[in-house]
C-alpha cells in the first residue's frame, strides 16, 4: 500500500518541479527579448545626449561665445 502511494506522490513531485523549470526558463528568455529589444536603449542613449547638446549649445549663446547665426547653424546640424 505504501509503495503504491509513494509513486503516485514521486510521480506528481516530479511534474510539479518540472513545471517550475518549464517557467523559469520562459522568463529567462522574456527578460532576455526585453533586454536586446531593438531600440530600447539606444533611443533613449541618444535623446538624452540630445539634449545635453543642445543645452550646451544655449549656455554657449547666453554666455555670448557664439553669434545668434552660428547657434542657429549648430542648432540645424544638431537636429540632422
Do not use: C, H
Not at 523549470?21 to 533586454?35: E, T
Request: glycine content about 16%.
Amino acid at each position: 500500500m505504501m509503495g503504491g502511494g509513494g509513486i503516485s506522490g514521486g510521480m506528481g513531485g516530479f511534474l510539479g518541479f518540472g513545471f517550475i523549470w518549464i517557467i523559469i526558463i520562459i522568463a529567462i528568455i522574456a527578460i532576455f527579448v526585453w533586454i536586446m529589444k531593438p531600440g530600447s536603449r539606444n533611443t533613449t542613449t541618444r535623446s538624452s545626449s540630445g539634449n545635453k547638446s543642445f543645452e550646451t549649445l544655449k549656455d554657449r549663446l547666453a554666455i555670448g561665445e557664439i553669434s545668434e547665426e552660428e547657434y542657429d547653424r549648430l542648432k540645424r546640424k544638431l537636429e540632422e
